[in-house]
């Protein structure tokens, strides 16, 4: 995908001014949506009589509720991308799906305690505003670089880097108001609605003077301009690239299959069968979402700057390799979680480290995988198609969440100990199976990761 478009002058950190605006916009964004999910089965599971009351259902309604939500969290992006490229464009769909996500934070809020059609109709809009912002907050970001621009991997980190910022801080402003009696689970979903508002705010305010007019236009109708206002169809090299796209679409849905295991089973697992107390302190089982994002905040500038520089001197490893290094990462951090099923039952509970260590690795290996497919689909994506095949992309994660929630689902009949086993094994073999198949999909890019200095 080429960028057309106008970009402010101007750098930080030698990336457009641009970039930075989009870190807080999504930063605030993410602050939201993490602050909910880390609230989301605990307070479904809450029983309806406990001194913080919810709506007190099986840990398995609770974990497949789960996985339905964030798997629909990740299909509308497909249709919100649609409409971005060919009537709305990017910047305005951002704002109408953050607004839509707001309500739906504050509807969450007032359905608690007691009212589940509403709270059914709050998850409902989170669903619809997601579909409208994430795709095109992302495209954007690919906007802000020429064809070829080496800092572009790296740029894509250091946003993933505003996104982790904000599902790092989240839990321990949302999970610390929910899951205290005094507060309540409505006071967690209010906190995450402010953050929701914040990100608008930031996009309103600063949209014109650092990203120009990216965003402004439909995708469609710049594409279409391009080619002397002719509707040609796709190229034999563009079709090669989007089944790139397409054969990675396996190997990243059992990545966040295992890695979705977090706000679900992991979560769960830290509430029941973990010790979590520091001395007199019993650390709340939320805060245990805040290690993904405080690890991918500490070491994305470590992994941007070093795709940058090895892009630089033309030595970056190609996108299939850097997915099977994190598949394979990721694989190490569930044997961290077989380890703690194994002190659990030596000792009654686990200790903490076995979840930090676990969170360490899934985190390396998600910087291999996600910020590097950001930016992969907006190098080969044609850009009449660049949002929708964004989409896509979090489509993956769609299919992703809502087997993760059945995986998840299964650990009270099968036991942790199988499930966590089993999702270790299927990442090491999809590993080897991608590095087979590496070089056939590098032939299909056609040159789209082909990085030049910029």
């Not at 930080?12 to 970039?19: A, D, I, T, W």
């Not at 069968?273 to 405080?294: C, H, I, Y």
């Not at 795709?307 to 990721?330: A, Y």
């Not at 199988?418 to 032939?443: D, E, H, K, Q, Y």
Request: hydrophobic share 50%.
């Amino acid at each position: 995908m080429t960028s057309d478009v106008q970009v402010p002058q101007g750098t930080f950190l030698g990336h457009p001014k641009g970039l930075f605006l989009l870190f807080a916009t999504e930063m605030w964004e993410r602050f939201s949506y993490y602050g909910m999910r880390a609230l989301l089965v605990l307070s479904v599971i809450a029983g309806t009589e406990a001194a913080n009351p919810g709506f007190g259902w099986t840990q398995a309604e609770a974990l497949q509720l789960y996985g339905l939500f964030t798997g629909f969290v990740y299909f509308t992006p497909l249709i919100g991308g649609w409409l971005a490229d060919n009537y709305l464009g990017q910047r305005k769909c951002v704002i109408i799906g953050g607004l839509v996500m707001a309500a739906g934070q504050f509807t969450l809020a007032s359905a608690i305690p007691g009212n589940l059609t509403l709270f059914y109709v709050g998850l409902v809009l989170l669903v619809i505003g997601n579909g409208f912002f994430k795709p095109n907050i992302s495209t954007m970001v690919g906007d802000l670089y020429p064809e070829g621009d080496s800092r572009r991997d790296g740029a894509f980190t250091i946003f993933y880097m505003g996104i982790n910022a904000g599902a790092f801080i989240a839990p321990f402003i949302c999970s610390t108001l929910g899951e205290d009696p005094a507060w309540g689970w409505r006071y967690g979903y209010m906190a995450a609605g402010i953050g929701m508002i914040l990100s608008v705010i930031i996009q309103l305010l600063l949209a014109r003077r650092y990203l120009g007019d990216i965003g402004t236009v439909p995708a469609a109708t710049r594409s279409l301009a391009q080619s002397g206002g002719k509707h040609a169809p796709l190229t034999h090299d563009e079709v090669d690239r989007l089944k790139v796209i397409f054969m990675l679409f396996v190997f990243v849905v059992l990545f966040w299959a295992a890695f979705e295991q977090a706000g679900g089973l992991m979560n769960i697992y830290a509430a029941e069968k973990t010790d979590r107390m520091l001395g007199g302190f019993e650390v709340p089982a939320g805060w245990f979402q805040s290690l993904n994002p405080l690890f991918i905040v500490l070491l994305a500038p470590l992994f941007s700057l070093a795709w940058s520089k090895l892009g630089e001197s033309g030595r970056n490893p190609p996108t299939p390799h850097k997915m099977v290094l994190g598949l394979f990462l990721t694989g190490i951090g569930f044997l961290a979680m077989i380890a703690a099923v194994f002190d659990q039952q030596a000792a009654g509970k686990a200790s903490m480290i076995w979840l930090v260590i676990a969170y360490f690795f899934h985190t390396t290996g998600e910087l291999c995988i996600s910020p590097v497919g950001l930016s992969m689909v907006t190098k080969l994506a044609p850009l009449r198609l660049a949002s929708l095949m964004m989409g896509v992309w979090f489509m993956i994660n769609f299919v992703a969440n809502w087997l993760a929630g059945i995986i998840g689902s299964y650990a009270e009949s099968l036991g942790e100990l199988s499930i966590f086993g089993g999702i270790a094994i299927v990442l090491f073999v999809f590993s080897f199976v991608l590095w087979t198949v590496s070089g056939t999909l590098m032939r299909w890019t056609h040159g789209a990761e082909s990085a030049r200095k910029a």
